[in-house]
């Protein structure tokens, strides 16, 4: 069976998916008046990715999602929810703009620690898997993790674009639990220094390139939290909304705990705790 609808929605840019996805809550809100509507736009992480951050592009992208943003607030006036609806503004991280790459599996490669044969990486004691502008590194045999972590960080640390490599004993410094407690968890951190991108490339005769040449992205998010420009924006208007008031930091993990709050519903198992700071008192704290 031929579905044209979904067809036609799949050949869509990124900028008409964020349109449709807008129109479609714009849509249930006026037409079903419902209890929470999460709306999840992408355009904004697609060029920040692709042409940078504090770009004119990424700029236009900010201005497009502030239209979008302003089309779901016509719907909840149009509703004649106003009054009654609180719009929580969130994002899951910043971004930072990076020109150049790190290569961590070239130098891996040439320290004889994996195997690349015909351009494919054929087998592997050591391997980065890159997440932005972290390096994920895992050793192949649990026996000589160790070991083998710890002469990655010497390897590293002190090469152009390595910002600190993090053993296990220092992964409750970043919320990871420690690879004997959790088998999925990386051997070590790398950690690029801003303005670097890691790249899984294992192809490349130098650890340092353009981001072009490395194919990562001229912009990049994942780096540790502690990095400034990794800070999104949490913003709470409306409903049950303390005015004013301005937060002074609110962790990702707050947010679902402060909707149930706002929703009088009961949410016990959440790590976080609801931002008590932003709720007004007409909220029962
Ligand atoms: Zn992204």
Same mark, same amino acid.
């Given at each position: ?31 079903? @008046?419902?209890?929470?509507?999460? /709306?999840? =736009? ?9 042409? $940078?951050?504090? +770009? %004119? ?42 020109? @150049?790459?790190?290569?961590?599996? /070239?130098? =891996? ?9 015909? $351009?494919?990486? +054929? %087998? ?162």
């Amino acid at each position: 069976m031929r579905d044209e609808t979904h067809a036609t929605f799949r050949k869509a840019s990124v900028v008409g998916l964020d349109y449709v996805w807008t129109e479609a809550a714009c849509h249930l809100i006026r037409e079903r @008046k419902p209890h929470l509507t999460l /709306v999840h =736009l992408l355009n904004n992480d697609a060029t920040h990715h692709r042409r $940078g951050a504090q +770009t %004119q592009d990424s700029y236009t992208a900010n201005a497009y999602a502030d239209m979008c943003v302003s089309r779901i607030i016509e719907a909840i006036d149009e509703a004649g929810m106003r009054e009654s609806t609180t719009i929580i503004l969130v994002a899951d991280h910043g971004f930072t703009l990076t020109p @150049k790459a790190i290569r961590p599996n /070239v130098l =891996l490669r040439k320290e004889g620690l994996l195997t690349v044969e015909g $351009g494919k990486l +054929t %087998q592997a004691q050591v391997h980065v898997i890159p997440e932005g502008g972290l390096g994920f590194v895992y050793c192949t045999n649990p026996a000589k993790a160790p070991q083998e972590s710890a002469e990655v960080r010497k390897i590293f640390m002190g090469q152009e674009g390595v910002a600190d490599v993090l053993l296990p004993d220092r992964f409750n410094e970043v919320g990871f639990p420690h690879p004997r407690e959790y088998g999925q968890v990386p051997d070590a951190i790398l950690v690029a220094k801003d303005g670097y991108g890691v790249s899984g490339s294992v192809n490349g005769e130098t650890l340092v390139a353009s981001y072009q040449e490395a194919q990562t992205a001229l912009g990049t998010h994942g780096f540790l939290a502690k990095l400034q420009k990794m800070n999104a924006m949490c913003i709470l208007s409306g409903a049950g909304i303390r005015s004013g008031g301005k937060l002074q930091g609110a962790d990702n993990t707050a947010v679902a705990p402060t909707i149930a709050k706002l929703l009088g519903i009961k949410y016990p198992y959440a790590d976080g705790k609801p931002l008590s700071d932003a709720l007004d008192a007409s909220i029962d704290q």
